[in-house]
């Protein structure tokens, strides 16, 4: 994750990569399935608390094995 903070403002990146396992009932044998996403998240101090103010996904790629 990377964070930067200015003033009442924060913003973050968090990187994922997620490997997931799929049976193709066709062929009836398991295959990978990999997607990498970024979430962006822009935050806001308000009244002494932290607020989400924006969070977006962002698709990174995918791969299938």
Same mark, same amino acid.
């Given at each position: 994750?990377?964070?930067?903070?200015?003033?009442?403002?924060?913003?973050? $990146?968090?990187?994922?990569?997620?490997?997931?396992?799929?049976?193709?009932?066709? *062929?009836? &044998?398991?295959?990978?399935?990999?997607?990498?996403?970024?979430?962006?998240?822009?935050? $806001?101090?308000?009244?002494?608390?932290?607020?989400?103010?924006?969070?977006?996904? *962002?698709? &990174?790629?995918?791969?299938?094995?």
């Amino acid at each position: 994750m990377l964070a930067a903070l200015t003033g009442d403002t924060a913003s973050t $990146r968090s990187d994922v990569q997620a490997l997931n396992r799929l049976v193709q009932a066709e *062929q009836g &044998r398991p295959e990978r399935f990999t997607v990498g996403v970024s979430y962006h998240t822009i935050m $806001r101090r308000i009244d002494g608390g932290w607020k989400i103010q924006r969070h977006e996904l *962002q698709l &990174r790629g995918t791969v299938v094995q």
